[in-house]
Antibody, heavy 123, light 107 residues
Framework: EVQLVESGGNLVQPGGSLRLSCAAS????????MSWVRQAPGKGLQWVSA????????YFADSLKGRFTISRDNSMNTLYLQMNSLRAEDTAVYYC????????????????WGQGTLVTVSS | DIQMTQSPSSLSAFVGDRVTITCRAG??????LNWYQQKPGKAPKLLIY???TLESGVPSRFSGSGSGTDFTLTISSLQPEDFATYYC?????????FGQGTKVGIK
């Protein structure tokens, strides 16, 4: 059974930093691209960032470039999201999601999601 | 970015009703369209990918159709467990983008 477990969400002040983790199990983690998708309270879904299976390529939403960094440790089956210069509008539940098709980083949709971790940016 | 627009934003229906949700893309996306179901406090769940392929384990009362810019998600006979918010998502261009969601409520 595929499991994705996010952690690291917390209350942080504007301008602060946070690192999220996503521990994966139940599938060949090193074969799949992974994404982060967020959902602000009461709002819809917004794709944030993705990393290819090998870690050689990264992708970001334009609005987040320069503030967020994505990385992965295939030996630990873990995906990370480093978030810097956090703003109130970054407040959201952050989900990690596995791409369905191992040959691409986004086609075919996201077939497995974690339970999410809440990031609150507030003074 | 490819804009995805769902309609309606919300609807109310009875158990047993046939429900249709529409998703329109801002440009042609072939059949690179996926549908998700999300219940309150839970992660989204993939229902349909490539516009019309049912994800494993998803009940056959769910179906998807369309290509190009216009797509539909149909629930043939609404069940109590289907009351949720539904999102479409395009996987044709980057970044992947989602519709704003359609909340299906109880009438």
């Amino acid at each position: 059974e595929v499991q994705l477990v996010e952690s690291g969400g917390n209350l942080v002040q504007p301008g602060g930093s946070l690192r999220l983790s996503c521990a994966a199990s139940g599938f060949a983690f090193s074969r799949y691209a992974m994404s982060w998708v967020r959902q602000a309270p009461g709002k819809g879904l917004q794709w944030v960032s993705a990393m290819s299976a090998t870690g050689g390529s990264t992708y970001f939403a334009d609005s987040l470039k320069g503030r967020f960094t994505i990385s992965r440790d295939n030996s630990m089956n873990t995906l990370y999201l480093q978030m810097n210069s956090l703003r109130a509008e970054d407040t959201a539940v952050y989900y990690c999601a596995k791409v369905k098709d191992s040959s691409t980083w986004y086609e075919g949709g996201f077939d497995n999601w974690g339970q999410g971790t809440l990031v609150t940016v507030s003074s | 970015d490819i804009q995805m627009t769902q309609s309606p934003s919300s609807l109310s229906a009875f158990v047993g009703d046939r429900v249709t949700i529409t998703c329109r893309a801002g440009q042609s996306i072939s059949t690179y369209l996926n549908w998700y179901q999300q219940k309150p406090g839970k992660a989204p769940k993939l229902l349909i990918y490539a516009a019309s392929t049912l994800e494993s384990g998803v009940p056959s009362r769910f179906s998807g159709s369309g290509s190009g810019t216009d797509f539909t998600l149909t629930i043939s006979s609404l069940q109590p467990e289907d009351f949720a918010t539904y999102y479409c998502q395009q996987s044709y261009g980057t970044p992947p983008t989602f519709g704003q969601g359609t909340k299906v409520g109880i009438k």
